[in-house]
């Protein structure tokens, strides 16, 4: 079975510069997350979907951040303008729904921003 | 908030010996999972403890909850360098939309 796929792996920009991540899924998973996972922490949840519907993003910066999951399948998550702080690895996630349930993870986007 | 806290942050032990991890929480829970996360295998779900379970084995990992102290202990017994990671505890809580809510972690270093 493939994992969970994410890309590009690494990427560097410049301060108020955007930046997209692709994910795609476990064929059949319906719950699709990311999390951002600053160095020497754990993972910090900003969006979750089900199917193509967002159930959270109570912790998405929404002046900065976008994300969409077309067809329930593949999902984008955007940064628009980035800042410093944004420096971190961006993890995609998905499990067969929400709830009880593991969650499979991606290698991650390690994002540096300068 | 809901997140699990782990302790110790850190922990340094030999081959062989066996670690204990333990993780508090603040609310009610519908299930904790474990997950570990090193360097070359990302992060990855050990185990998933159920509200109503005391006690889950996995292989080398057995895990306790406590719903009345809000606690849970990971122990993996005869330690090997390969279980160099950091491990992380999630309480699980349904109404959140199974949003699971990861502490800072514990970063076990194993000697060989």
């Known amino acids: 079975e493939a994992g969970v796929a994410q890309s590009p792996r690494y990427k560097i920009i410049e301060k108020r510069q955007s930046v997209a991540f692709w994910c795609n899924p476990i064929?059949?998973?319906?719950?699709l997350y990311w999390y951002q996972q600053i160095l020497g922490q754990g993972p910090k949840l900003l969006i979750q979907f089900q199917n193509n519907g967002v159930v959270d993003d109570s912790q998405l910066p929404k002046d900065r951040f976008s994300a969409e999951r077309l067809k329930g399948v593949d999902s984008t998550l955007k940064i628009q303008p980035a800042k410093l702080e944004d420096s971190a690895v961006y993890l995609c996630a998905s499990s067969l729904t929400s709830g009880n349930f593991e969650q499979f993870f991606g290698p991650g986007t390690r994002l540096t921003v300068l | 908030s809901q997140q699990g806290e782990e302790d110790p942050q850190a922990l340094s032990i030999q081959e062989g010996e066996n670690a204990t991890m333990n993780c508090s929480y603040k609310?009610?829970?519908?299930?904790l999972q474990w997950y570990r996360q090193n360097s070359g295998r990302g992060l990855v779900h050990l185990i998933l403890i159920r509200s109503n379970e005391r006690e889950k084995h996995s292989g080398r990992l057995r895990v306790t909850l406590d719903t009345s102290k809000k606690s849970s202990s990971l122990l993996i017994t005869a330690s090997r360098a390969a279980d160099t990671a950091s491990y992380f505890c999630?309480?699980?809580?349904?109404?959140?939309?199974?949003?699971?809510?990861f502490g800072q972690g514990t970063e076990l270093s194993v000697k060989p």
């Open positions: 999630a309480p699980l809580i349904y109404n959140q939309g199974g949003k699971l809510i």
């Open positions: 609310t009610s829970i519908n299930n």
């Open positions: 064929s059949g998973h319906a719950t």
